[in-house]
């Protein structure tokens, strides 16, 4: 059995939302539209209307570059893409309401993310 100490660069990418189809971002509203959605959310809590309710996080993981591989101390140094999508329940809007506005980029630190670490064994 061999084993691995892995180093990770990990790169988060939030897929928040819908379909990117047009990026004209209309300023208003989406300071609008940041306000409605964020003013009473908590990223403390899973973001499901039941909290029995499953929340599926699809996880996919890119190995990017290989730094180091250290054959006698069986150490692996590398760099990995993690890439995280699930479906937030809080985080949706009706794109009439916002004058067609179907997506918006936001900090990742405004939502609730899943608690996903690698263990390195
Ligand atoms: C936030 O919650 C308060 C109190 O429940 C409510 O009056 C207000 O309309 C909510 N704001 C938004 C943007 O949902
Ligand atoms: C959660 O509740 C909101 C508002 O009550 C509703 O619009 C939405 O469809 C629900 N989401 C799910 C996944 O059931
Ligand atoms: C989560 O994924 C499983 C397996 O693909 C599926 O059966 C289930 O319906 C999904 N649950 C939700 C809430 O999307």
Redesign the pocket.
């Known amino acids: 059995m061999k084993r691995w100490r892995i180093q990770t660069l990990f790169c988060l990418l939030l897929c928040v939302s819908i379909l990117p189809t047009c990026w004209c971002a209309q300023g208003k509203y989406a300071q609008k539209l940041l306000n409605d959605l964020f003013t009473n959310y908590t990223s403390a809590l899973r973001p499901v209307n039941d909290t029995n309710?499953?929340?599926?996080v699809t996880l996919q993981i890119t190995l990017s570059q290989i730094i180091d591989m250290d054959e006698r101390n069986q150490i692996l140094t590398a760099y990995l893409w993690i890439r995280q999508v699930w479906v937030d329940s809080h985080v949706q809007w009706n794109k009439d309401d916002y004058d067609g506005l179907d997506t918006i980029r936001i900090p990742g630190s405004y939502v609730w993310r899943p608690d996903i670490v690698l263990y390195n064994k």
């Open positions: 309710t499953i929340l599926n």
